[in-house]
């Protein structure tokens, strides 16, 4: 029997995936990403924005200051997508990933190989909502370029997360329950406001959630001001990707011992 890499065949998840979609295009699938915060976009940061002004203590455009954490959701989004309902569906009906058991393939090179796919479309969606901001004049330093890359963390997280929902899904009603926690995260993780207009215990309670995280790190870069706290953001994600993806790990482990 042949030998994979260390990562088991991740790579082969990854060109599965390719294939499957070859299609349509990325920009196509940019598309369809981008769509729904650029309405966001237009709602809340050109709308509301014309009416606010610049946002209090950062001194810049309301919509400046919400696109990068638009950006950020957009790419969470396209990350999930990938990683929720589609692969649940492949590993509850179509028995996809137990196929795979028969190769050379490991549980470990499963996992990987979807992450890396969800990390790719998140990476298409950056890109393309990135452009938008950029064609609406609301990219405010050089940094902002960064924000995408440093966006991939955000889909590995989320990712992540995604894989270890599919796991322990008990049909498709359970993606509700994933929809209950992800929509009050993306409306009072700063999305559209700072943190500093919460309470203290409030604001302790918002800056545990993973979703504020991965706004600060792209609000920080893409309004050009670099720290060390975003150090902290980055690390929160990777330890929070990390965890969920050893979760689910050991539950699809699990699963496909049955």
Do not use: C
Request: glycine share 10%.
């Amino acid at each position: 029997m042949s030998r994979l890499p260390a990562a088991g065949g991740a790579h082969l998840v990854v060109l599965r995936n390719v294939w499957v979609h070859k299609g349509g295009t990325p920009w196509t699938m940019a598309l369809f990403s981008v769509y729904e915060p650029i309405l966001y976009l237009l709602a809340m940061g050109v709308g509301v924005g014309a009416l606010v002004g610049k946002v209090p203590g950062i001194d810049v455009p309301y919509a400046a200051f919400v696109a990068p954490a638009l950006l950020a959701a957009a790419m969470m989004n396209s990350a999930l997508e990938e990683t929720t309902n589609t692969v649940y569906g492949k590993l509850k009906f179509d028995r996809y990933y137990h196929s795979l058991l028969v190769t050379p393939m490991t549980v470990r090179g499963m996992v990987a190989g979807e992450l890396l796919w969800a990390a790719a479309r998140a990476l298409v969606t950056g890109v393309g909502f990135l452009a938008v901001i950029a064609a609406f004049g609301l990219v405010r330093s050089p940094w902002a370029i960064l924000a995408v890359p440093a966006g991939l963390l955000t889909a590995f997280a989320f990712g992540a997360f995604g894989l270890a929902a599919a796991g322990y899904a008990r049909g498709w009603h359970s993606f509700q329950y994933v929809q209950l926690v992800m929509l009050p995260m993306f409306l009072f993780a700063t999305t559209f406001y700072p943190v500093t207009v919460y309470t203290d215990w409030v604001r302790v309670l918002v800056e545990a959630l993973p979703l504020y995280h991965a706004i600060e790190l792209s609000r920080g870069l893409a309004l050009g001001e670099p720290g060390p706290g975003l150090l902290l953001n980055a690390a929160y994600l990777v330890v929070f990707g990390g965890v969920m993806a050893a979760v689910a790990q050991s539950r699809w482990a699990t699963l496909m011992s049955r």
